[in-house]
């Protein structure tokens, strides 16, 4: 009887070896501010629509919002413009592309966006980046 105990409790012990330990991630905070601000932003246009406005209305606005936070807005090239559903409200995703401060464009860069604010992605091809988490989860679509 003891071995069997014995053995039950070594077992146990080995088993309990094989789990796992949570893996800590640096940029758990960023990712959770970035998914914040865009759900706001859902929010926001909801409310943006309800009001009154049109989807038409609420993409030129947010255009403008977007290219209001490039070094040169009146450079802002837009495409894939459009509204996409995000959990209770809606989202303007699409791409932006401007120039920089040596006049040069930088490449389309993905944007999720309000009548009044935008997110743009700075990430570059090779890398991600945790701030930007929120745009691909709304604009994935």
Do not use: W
């Amino acid at each position: 009887m003891r071995c069997i105990t014995i053995a039950g409790s070594l077992s146990a012990i080995f088993l309990a070896g094989c789990v796992a330990a949570p893996q800590y991630d640096p940029y758990l905070h960023e990712r959770q501010i970035s998914l914040k601000i865009v759900s706001g932003y859902a929010l926001f246009n909801r409310d943006y629509l309800y009001s009154g406005h049109s989807e038409a209305d609420l993409i030129s606005a947010a255009k403008v919002a977007v290219a209001n936070g490039l070094k040169d807005p009146q450079s802002a090239q837009f495409k894939n413009a459009r509204l996409v559903a995000f959990q209770e409200g809606a989202v303007v995703c699409g791409e932006v592309n401007g120039k920089n401060s040596y006049g040069g464009y930088t490449g389309f860069k993905k944007f999720a966006a309000t009548s009044e604010a935008a997110l743009i992605d700075q990430t570059s091809s090779s890398q991600a980046d945790a701030r930007s988490l929120g745009i691909y989860e709304a604009c994935s679509n």
